[in-house]
C-alpha cells in the first residue's frame, strides 16, 4: 500500500513556495515528540511531509514510502531479488518501524510497517 511521500530538501521555504505556488498546497506543521515536523496541506489534509537535509546528507527528492504488513519478511524478501538496504530499523526512528531499500535499478525507497488497523 502506499502509505506516505516525504521531500527532502535543503531549502524548506523555498520547497513550500514553489508548491504552493505550483498545486496549490500550503505549509504546515505536526507536533511531534522529537519536534515540529512540517508537511504539505491540501484543504486542511496533510499530503506529503518535508525533511530538512543538509548538503551530502542525502539527495534532495521525493522518497516515497511503501506500508507493508510485516517490515523484517520484506527485507529479507528483497534482499533475496537483488534489493538493498540502505538503512536498517531504528528504534528511534517512530518505533523502528521504517527502513530504507534499494531496488536492483539503484531507485531507493522506504518501506513502512502499517499499524494493524491500516493493513
Known amino acids: 500500500h502506499w502509505a506516505w511521500a516525504e521531500l527532502w530538501t535543503q531549502d524548506l521555504e523555498a520547497s513550500f513556495d514553489f508548491y504552493a505556488a505550483t498545486v496549490g498546497w500550503e505549509g504546515g506543521t505536526w507536533d511531534r515528540p522529537d519536534g515540529e515536523y512540517p508537511v504539505f496541506l491540501s484543504d486542511g489534509e496533510p ?31 528483497a534482499k533475496a531479488l537483488g534489493g538493498q538496504i540502505l538503512f536498517q530499523p531504528d528504534p528511534q526512528v517512530d518505533a523502528g518501524l521504517i527502513a530504507g531499500l534499494i531496488d536492483p ?9 502499517l499499524p494493524e488497523n491500516q493493513r
Open 47 to 77: 499530503r506529503a511531509g518535508l525533511v530538512p537535509i543538509e548538503g551530502g546528507e542525502w539527495e534532495p527528492g521525493w522518497a516515497p514510502y511503501v506500508g507493508v504488513a510485516d517490515l523484517s519478511a520484506t527485507i529479507e524478501q
Open 105 to 113: 535499478t539503484g531507485v531507493g525507497f522506504l518501506i513502512y510497517q
